[in-house]
Nanobody, 117 residues
C-alpha cells in the first residue's frame, strides 16, 4: 500500500492564502502523475491541478491564475499554493498519485480547507 499524506489545510478568510503539501513514497513519486483534487459538500470531486513527472502542469478552470502546483523531487513532496481564496474553494483536498492520467491511483486521507468570514 502506497502512503500519501496531505497537510496544510485549515481555516482562512476570503482573499487569504494557504499552502498544502503532500508527501509520497519514493518508489512512486518520480514516476507518477501527482494531482490535487477537492471534494466540496454536496458536489462531485473535481480536479484542481496536476503535474506530470516531467513538470508539465494543468489546472482546473476555477483555480487558474490563483493556484500553483509544484513538486520537490528531493523531498518527494508536491505542494499546492492557493492564493485569493474564495468560499467556493472550501472542501477536502486530496493528492492522488497516478501512473497514468486515467488510472484511479493511490489516495491519501485528505486535508480540510475552509474559506469563510
Amino acid at each position: 500500500q502506497v502512503q500519501l499524506v496531505e497537510s496544510g489545510g485549515g481555516w482562512v478568510q476570503p482573499g487569504g492564502s494557504l499552502r498544502l503539501s503532500c508527501a509520497a513514497a519514493d518508489n512512486i513519486f518520480h514516476q507518477y502523475i501527482m494531482e490535487w483534487h477537492r471534494q466540496a459538500p454536496g458536489k462531485q470531486r473535481e480536479l484542481v491541478a496536476s503535474m506530470s513527472p516531467t513538470g508539465s502542469e494543468t489546472y482546473g478552470d476555477s483555480v487558474k491564475g490563483r493556484f500553483t502546483i509544484s513538486r520537490d523531487n528531493i523531498r518527494n513532496t508536491v505542494s499546492l499554493q492557493m492564493n485569493s481564496l474564495k468560499p467556493e474553494d472550501t472542501g477536502v483536498y486530496f493528492c492522488p498519485a497516478k501512473p497514468t492520467r486515467w488510472a484511479s491511483g493511490y489516495w491519501g486521507q485528505g486535508t480540510q480547507v475552509t474559506v469563510s468570514t
